[in-house]
């Protein structure tokens, strides 16, 4: 917002609230897009309620007629009061500029504000008491669901579990749970040097009793100062969210959240002593006694130590040394291979292609960026660093940030694992090169490749054959599917489109070329639109040949676009090409094979029992020797005397196209085929195969 001169009084009186706020108020450098909004939301609000008057006209009485037409309307009363304190902060800014408001123009209200009398409302809140039995389901069982946040250097269970024993132990406000540093803690002597961050009340040494002791010992570490890492500082839905999945998997409801674990706190300190839920949530206390003269951290340790626990909270120490006596235990029972010393890739082990690699002979599908990274890990021989890692996902036209490889590189580490069956082993470690950390290299235990090996052994024929590029010339494409070999395949619409774009491709097509060719053939589809059609045509050819590979996969980048591909396994489609019918060819239409009269209708010395009406169409059809307009077909038949209505000539079609199915034993062959498009409307062509007498 821009500030403008000096407004003068006349001008400022004429302004309505909203007209004033938007030019003088509201100011974008300092209030959030957020804020703004809600105060938008409030002007909304009053003007329904008051008519809208303009500042020279607000006055007390315009704010009690606001206050009955909201109780008249039903609204609460922390809404009511929540829109006159937003109104009444922008009437300040129009008020006389005082010590307490120093912001003020002087342009209106220079004897006093308008006053409202606050709307008392009933509350509604009861402050809710989570069950012992409750918070031990909510650490034992619904702690364990939540992956996030990652990159902890403990597992992330022990950090859910931990933030529930000190929020229970303590009382912590949220946010004082987040800035909570480790050089606060006093582990010797089980005490927390703490000031509330909203009341700025300091206890001397807040008391920690053992079952916090012992929870934070887990998690002690020296990556982050912070003691649960700063990972939810911002709150907002995500947190609410892992809430609300941890009460589901604990068989929770309604769902546990900070405030009503400190709530249920301060409810176990008040049931041992009097106003002990006060002293452990450190409420501000501003009498002179309480602030100058009283030290309770004697009687705050003795609340501490003697609260109830849930048995949950005891057990967790119980079931992690458990969890490291079995830990142990299964350490010694380790075979040979689990101590295998990790080698560099040897080059010739593996073959990449643009649909994957394979292996050792194992069949591997990988696409995108990951191939990119592997090929040039496993081609380079040594350790290759975030710089030149970056140059070659650029080089192969993929737009990323240095910020986003070592991204990529950990998605590849997960894939790989998954792939060659290496559990917890780290095939891309992160290596010094020149003595600085950063650079990436790949390191595969003995075991896998034995493994691997085996694979090989035993993989079926199809799962070690690579997917190659369609051949062309064994494709022919048809109105109702294609034929590969001779052996005919159903399919239709769009996605026979987009199939017949890609097998008749020489090289690699974009969303967009696809989209392009899509509306030159008349299909006005967005790119969403186009997507989704590659996605229903990929699941096709999964289902109809039995895949197990991706067909259509991305082949890189080019124009700042995905390039995409199919890419076929032969002995997929000749099995799937079993037991399917021959494709038959279409006989050209030779006008002289039809003879058309009043009464009847011959092809081929055989006569055809049609109606007057399916005898005009059908001689149109053949007249034509093509596809036929509808609209000229049903020009043809009014000239005939026949008026059919554009909505009624599918139905007479259809009509036709049964009884030259019935006449001509065709079977389930399509005598008239429709070409649907959308631009040049419905067409009709005649299609008789070879071979019928």
């Given at each position: 917002?821009?500030?403008?001169?000096?407004?003068?009084?006349?001008?400022?009186?004429?302004?309505?609230?909203?007209?004033?706020?938007?030019e003088?108020?509201?100011?974008?450098?300092?209030q959030?897009?957020?804020?703004?909004?809600?105060?938008?939301?409030?002007?909304?609000?009053?003007?329904?309620?008051?008519?809208?008057?303009?500042?020279?006209?607000?006055?007390?009485?315009?704010?009690?007629?606001?206050?009955?037409?909201?109780?008249?309307?039903?609204?609460?009363?922390?809404?009511?009061?929540?829109?006159?304190?937003?109104?009444?902060?922008?009437?300040?800014?129009?008020?006389?500029?005082?010590?307490?408001?120093?912001?003020?123009?002087?342009?209106?209200?220079?004897?006093?504000?308008?006053?409202?009398?606050?709307?008392?409302?009933?509350?509604?809140?009861?402050?809710?008491?989570?069950?012992?039995?409750?918070?031990?389901?909510?650490?034992?069982?619904?702690?364990?669901?939540?992956?996030?946040p990652?990159?902890?250097?403990?597992?992330?269970?022990?950090?859910?579990?931990?933030?529930?024993?000190?929020a229970?132990?303590?009382?912590?406000?949220?946010d004082d749970?987040?800035?909570?540093?480790?050089?606060?803690?006093?582990?010797?002597?089980?005490?927390?040097?703490?000031t509330?961050?909203?009341?700025?009340?300091?206890?001397?040494?807040?008391?920690?009793?053992?079952?916090?002791?012992?929870?934070?010992?887990?998690?002690?570490?020296?990556?982050?100062?912070?003691?649960?890492?700063?990972?939810?500082?911002?709150?907002?839905?995500?947190?609410?969210?892992?809430?609300?999945?941890?009460?589901?998997?604990?068989?929770v409801?309604?769902?546990?959240?900070?405030?009503?674990?400190?709530?249920?706190?301060?409810?176990e300190?008040?049931?041992?002593?009097?106003?002990?839920?006060?002293?452990?949530?450190?409420?501000?206390?501003?009498?002179?006694?309480?602030r100058?003269?009283?030290?309770?951290?004697?009687?705050?340790?003795?609340?501490?130590?003697?609260?109830?626990?849930?048995?949950?909270?005891?057990?967790?120490?119980?079931?992690?040394?458990?969890?490291?006596?079995?830990?142990?235990?299964?350490?010694?029972?380790?075979?040979?291979?689990?101590?295998?010393?990790?080698?560099?890739p040897?080059?010739a082990?593996?073959v990449?292609?643009?649909?994957?690699?394979?292996?050792?002979?194992a069949?591997?599908?990988?696409?995108?960026?990951?191939?990119?990274?592997?090929?040039?890990?496993?081609?380079?021989?040594?350790?290759?660093?975030?710089?030149?890692?970056?140059?070659?996902?650029?080089?192969?036209?993929?737009?990323?940030?240095?910020?986003?490889v070592?991204?990529?590189?950990?998605?590849?580490?997960?894939?790989?694992?998954?792939?060659?069956?290496?559990?917890q082993?780290?095939?891309?470690?992160?290596?010094?090169q020149?003595?600085?950390?950063?650079?990436?290299?790949?390191?595969?235990?003995?075991?896998?490749?034995?493994?691997?090996?085996?694979?090989?052994?035993?993989?079926?024929?199809?799962?070690r054959?690579?997917?190659?590029a369609?051949?062309?010339?064994?494709?022919?494409?048809?109105?109702?599917?294609?034929?590969?070999?001779?052996?005919?395949?159903?399919?239709?619409?769009?996605?026979?489109?987009?199939?017949?774009?890609?097998?008749?491709?020489?090289d690699?097509?974009?969303?967009?070329?696809?989209?392009?060719?899509?509306?030159?053939?008349?299909?006005?589809?967005?790119?969403?639109?186009?997507?989704?059609?590659?996605?229903?045509?990929?699941?096709?050819?999964?289902d109809?040949?039995?895949?197990?590979?991706?067909?259509?996969?991305?082949?890189?980048?080019?124009?700042?676009?995905?390039?995409?591909?199919?890419?076929?396994s032969?002995?997929?489609?000749?099995?799937?090409?079993?037991?399917?019918?021959?494709?038959?060819?279409?006989?050209?239409?030779?006008?002289?094979?039809?003879?058309?009269?009043?009464?009847?209708?011959?092809y081929?010395?055989?006569?055809?029992?049609?109606?007057?009406?399916?005898?005009?169409?059908?001689?149109?059809?053949?007249?034509?020797?093509?596809?036929?307009?509808?609209?000229?077909?049903?020009?043809?038949?009014?000239?005939?005397?026949?008026?059919?209505?554009?909505?009624?000539?599918?139905?007479?079609?259809?009509?036709?196209?049964?009884?030259?199915?019935?006449?001509?034993?065709?079977?389930?062959?399509n005598?008239?085929?429709?070409r649907?498009?959308?631009?040049?409307?419905?067409?009709?062509?005649l299609?008789?195969?070879?071979?019928?007498a």
């Amino acid at each position: 917002m821009k500030w403008r001169k000096q407004p003068t009084v006349n001008r400022v009186r004429g302004m309505t609230v909203r007209e004033f706020a938007e030019e003088y108020y509201f100011d974008s450098r300092h209030q959030t897009a957020n804020t703004i909004r809600s105060r938008r939301h409030d002007l909304n609000r009053w003007e329904r309620m008051t008519g809208d008057p303009v500042l020279g006209e607000i006055d007390s009485a315009v704010a009690d007629q606001y206050r009955s037409a909201c109780l008249d309307a039903g609204l609460a009363a922390r809404t009511i009061n929540q829109t006159w304190r937003e109104i009444r902060a922008i009437l300040r800014r129009a008020a006389s500029p005082t010590d307490t408001n120093p912001r003020g123009l002087g342009m209106a209200f220079r004897d006093r504000l308008p006053w409202m009398e606050p709307v008392k409302g009933p509350c509604v809140r009861t402050p809710r008491r989570i069950t012992l039995e409750e918070m031990s389901r909510v650490y034992v069982h619904g702690c364990k669901v939540i992956q996030s946040p990652r990159s902890l250097p403990y597992p992330v269970v022990d950090f859910w579990r931990t933030l529930c024993v000190v929020a229970w132990c303590t009382g912590l406000r949220r946010d004082d749970l987040w800035r909570l540093r480790w050089d606060q803690i006093d582990f010797e002597n089980g005490t927390l040097d703490f000031t509330a961050g909203k009341t700025q009340k300091r206890s001397a040494l807040f008391p920690l009793n053992a079952a916090a002791l012992a929870h934070l010992s887990r998690i002690r570490n020296d990556v982050n100062p912070l003691v649960f890492c700063g990972a939810y500082a911002s709150g907002g839905g995500r947190l609410s969210r892992h809430w609300r999945k941890i009460s589901a998997a604990a068989d929770v409801a309604p769902h546990v959240t900070l405030q009503q674990i400190r709530e249920s706190a301060a409810s176990e300190a008040t049931r041992i002593r009097s106003g002990g839920g006060a002293l452990l949530l450190q409420h501000a206390d501003n009498s002179v006694t309480g602030r100058y003269y009283l030290q309770m951290a004697e009687e705050l340790r003795e609340i501490v130590d003697e609260m109830r626990l849930p048995v949950g909270f005891a057990s967790g120490v119980k079931m992690r040394t458990r969890n490291d006596r079995e830990r142990q235990a299964a350490a010694v029972s380790l075979r040979a291979h689990d101590f295998d010393m990790p080698t560099s890739p040897v080059a010739a082990d593996w073959v990449f292609s643009e649909y994957g690699f394979a292996y050792r002979g194992a069949l591997f599908s990988l696409t995108g960026k990951r191939l990119v990274l592997l090929r040039a890990l496993v081609t380079s021989g040594d350790a290759l660093s975030v710089a030149e890692l970056l140059r070659v996902l650029q080089d192969a036209g993929y737009a990323v940030k240095e910020s986003q490889v070592s991204v990529e590189v950990s998605q590849l580490r997960r894939t790989l694992c998954s792939m060659l069956g290496l559990d917890q082993w780290n095939p891309i470690p992160n290596v010094k090169q020149n003595g600085c950390p950063g650079a990436y290299a790949i390191r595969i235990p003995e075991f896998a490749l034995k493994n691997a090996a085996e694979r090989e052994a035993t993989a079926a024929p199809v799962g070690r054959e690579v997917p190659v590029a369609p051949d062309p010339d064994e494709w022919e494409f048809l109105e109702q599917g294609f034929a590969w070999r001779g052996r005919l395949f159903r399919l239709t619409g769009v996605p026979l489109w987009i199939l017949r774009a890609f097998v008749t491709a020489d090289d690699s097509l974009s969303m967009s070329a696809l989209m392009s060719g899509l509306q030159s053939e008349g299909y006005k589809l967005t790119i969403g639109q186009t997507q989704s059609s590659v996605s229903d045509l990929r699941k096709w050819l999964r289902d109809s040949l039995a895949l197990e590979h991706d067909p259509i996969i991305c082949t890189g980048r080019s124009g700042g676009e995905n390039q995409f591909a199919v890419r076929l396994s032969e002995s997929a489609l000749m099995q799937a090409a079993k037991g399917r019918k021959r494709m038959k060819k279409v006989a050209a239409i030779n006008r002289a094979d039809w003879v058309f009269s009043a009464e009847s209708v011959t092809y081929r010395q055989r006569v055809l029992p049609l109606s007057p009406l399916q005898s005009v169409l059908l001689s149109v059809l053949v007249d034509a020797g093509g596809p036929v307009a509808a609209g000229q077909v049903l020009k043809s038949l009014k000239a005939e005397g026949f008026g059919t209505k554009p909505e009624q000539l599918s139905n007479r079609i259809s009509g036709l196209r049964q009884e030259l199915r019935r006449s001509l034993k065709l079977g389930n062959w399509n005598p008239v085929v429709c070409r649907n498009r959308k631009s040049a409307g419905c067409q009709y062509v005649l299609q008789i195969p070879s071979g019928v007498a």
